[in-house]
């Protein structure tokens, strides 16, 4: 089992940064890919980006790329989400989830997920 929580979240103008924070513990961190999800009301849960258990390997979704960076720290046990130049199409509540080792970019993929935590950005 593995549990995750998120926060950083907050209400940011268009153009500004936020750094999520997602930690984890239970089972061995570093044996899990982690990946960031969002969901904005009314729309389907979204892919945002992944990085794989050693942290070599990365996947972002073609809005958020050259944006958001997603890392980790296995002497934390946190995986970050860095979102800069964010836009009002960012708005969303943004999960993280955990799996085995490599990254998906499919939800249904993952097998642990966090409470989320509300992004908004104001235009």
């Known amino acids: 089992q593995v549990q995750l929580v998120e926060s950083g979240g907050g209400l940011v103008q268009t153009g500004g940064s936020l750094r999520l924070s997602c930690a984890a513990s239970g089972r061995t961190f570093t044996m899990y890919a982690m990946a960031w999800f969002r969901q904005a009301p009314g729309k389907e849960r979204e892919f945002v980006t992944a990085i794989n258990w050693s942290g070599d390997s990365t996947l972002y979704a073609d809005s958020v790329k050259g944006r958001f960076t997603i890392s980790r720290d296995h002497a934390k046990n946190t995986v970050y989400l860095q979102m800069n130049n964010l836009k009002p199409e960012d708005t969303a509540v943004y999960y993280c989830?955990?799996?085995?080792?490599?990254?998906?970019?499919?939800?249904?993929?993952?097998?642990?997920w966090g409470q989320g935590t509300q992004v908004t950005v104001s235009s």
């Open positions: 989830a955990a799996r085995p080792l490599v990254s998906s970019y499919g939800a249904h993929e993952y097998d642990y």
